[in-house]
C-alpha cells in the first residue's frame, strides 16, 4: 500500500506563512507526480500546485507568486512554501501522489491524504 502524509497546517494572520509537508510510503517504483490541493467546506477540491517527476511545476492562478512547491526525492517528500496567505487561503490542504507501484500490475495510481487544516484569520 502506498500512503501520503501531510503535516504543517496551523492558524496563521493574513500576510503571514507556513510550510506543508507531505511524504509518499509504501512499494513505490516511481513516482509520476505530487501535488497539493485544496477543498473549503462547500466548494470543490482545486490544484493549488503540482511536480512532476521530471521537476515541472504548475501552481493555480490564485497562488503564483505566493506559493512554492518544492521536493525531495530521497524523502519521496514535496513542501509546499506558502506566503502572504489570505483568508481565501483557508481550507483544508491535500496532498496526493501518483505513482507507479513496484509491485501490483502495470500503471499508476493516484494517493491522497488525510488533509491537514490551514486557517488564515486574524
Known amino acids: 500500500q502506498v500512503r501520503v502524509m501531510e503535516s504543517g497546517g496551523g492558524l496563521v494572520p493574513p500576510g503571514g506563512s507556513l510550510r506543508l509537508s507531505c511524504a509518499a510510503s509504501?512499494?513505490?517504483?516511481?513516482?509520476?507526480?505530487m501535488g497539493w490541493y485544496r477543498q473549503d467546506p462547500g466548494k470543490q477540491r482545486e490544484l493549488v500546485a503540482g511536480?512532476?517527476?521530471?521537476?515541472?511545476?504548475n501552481y493555480a492562478a490564485s497562488v503564483e507568486g505566493r506559493f512554492t512547491i518544492s521536493r525531495d526525492n530521497a524523502k519521496n517528500t514535496i513542501y509546499l512554501q506558502m506566503n502572504s496567505l489570505k483568508i481565501d487561503d483557508t481550507a483544508v490542504y491535500y496532498c496526493y501522489c501518483n505513482a507507479e507501484l513496484a509491485a501490483g500490475g502495470p500503471g499508476s495510481i493516484e494517493v491522497w491524504g488525510q488533509g491537514t487544516l490551514v486557517t488564515v484569520s486574524s
Open positions: 511536480i512532476t517527476g521530471s521537476g515541472r511545476t
Open positions: 509504501g512499494s513505490i517504483s516511481m513516482i509520476n507526480a
